[in-house]
């Protein structure tokens, strides 16, 4: 394998963010033993939409996470988006307290914690992090990187990053986007169910349940409490403005069909150099969740289609 495509600041190496689905545990256990040999520098591990998902537990995460490390990837542990009860909060302790790994903040809210806990930590994607200063302040409390929020144009980011990076930078390059988060949960108020009973109706959609507008258009996306773009977010075309915008890191979400090629594709165009515009058309020809969108990285609307 070549060497990692080099930008101003270092090399783009490419990540698995956290499952946003809930998948049954076979399928959580498969899908993570392909990674171990997949062509990904990283994995970040854990439940971060709703407590409510226990197939697998915080201990199978650990012994995931251990096997993945000894693999040599790097490991990263998610904490929840929403924090809500004090159950939430003995699972972030004790993700927090877990001593071997990176704890990648899902909310503000968490970082208080990490601090006492005096755990190493990153700034998930939904932390607000629009301006330099704001970014200065998570470095100055020991954040160790940051994950850039999905809405946020690149030239945005490449004006948070100059005149050098103050951490080093990620960004959502590939999935569905998570959008919105909320106390209510929406996939069982589609199946008039209650929250408390919801008989986890979210694991039948394996990607999630799309909505469509009354004229039949592809809309949103209901993951449980947690909103989703009815588009795939798709950066395979955008090496040279994630290079000036000084992102070394590129996360790739998990779906339920189709991501071994979506690996496969990046590798190929951010490790081997292959030309961005083929990958995206085989990209296109496979079966993935939703039309490939790259608006929010041009600062337009988000469902634009991707362009090479």
Not at 39 to 49: K, Q, S, T
Not at 163 to 187: D, I, K, Q
């Amino acid at each position: 394998m070549s060497k990692p495509s080099h930008g101003p600041h270092g090399p783009m190496t490419l990540h698995v963010g956290p499952l946003l689905y809930f998948w049954p545990r076979e399928a959580v256990l498969h899908f993570y033993a392909a990674l171990a040999d997949a062509p990904v520098a990283g994995v970040v591990l854990g439940e971060v939409v709703c407590e409510r998902r226990r197939e697998l537990k915080p201990d199978d995460w650990l012994a995931l996470a251990r096997e993945l490390a000894a693999a040599g990837k790097e490991v990263t542990l998610a904490t929840q988006a929403l924090i809500q009860s004090e159950a939430d909060l003995r699972l972030l302790r004790k993700v927090a307290e877990n001593g071997d790994f990176l704890v990648e903040a899902g909310d503000v809210s968490a970082i208080a914690l990490l601090e006492q806990c005096r755990a190493r930590f990153v700034l998930g994607p939904h932390i607000n992090v629009y301006s330099r200063a704001a970014l200065a302040e998570y470095a100055d409390v020991g954040a160790q990187r940051w994950v850039a929020p999905v809405e946020l144009a690149l030239g945005a980011v490449e004006r948070i990053n100059t005149p050098a990076p103050l951490l080093p930078t990620e960004v959502f390059a590939f999935g569905r986007m998570p959008l919105a988060f909320s106390a209510r949960c929406f996939t069982a108020r589609h199946h008039r169910l209650s929250k408390d009973d919801c008989q986890f109706r979210c694991k039948d959609d394996a990607d999630g349940l799309l909505l469509k507008t009354s004229d039949g258009r592809p809309f949103l996306v209901l993951n449980g409490i947690q909103t989703q773009s009815a588009g795939t977010q798709c950066l395979i075309g955008e090496g040279d403005a994630l290079r000036a915008a000084g992102v070394t890191r590129l996360r790739l979400s998990p779906c339920g069909s189709g991501f071994e090629q979506v690996l496969a594709q990046f590798d190929a165009v951010f490790n081997h150099g292959w030309p961005a515009a083929e990958a995206l058309a085989a990209l296109r020809q496979d079966r993935l969740p939703g039309g490939l969108v790259n608006g929010f990285a041009h600062g337009r609307a988000g469902l634009e289609e991707a362009t090479a």
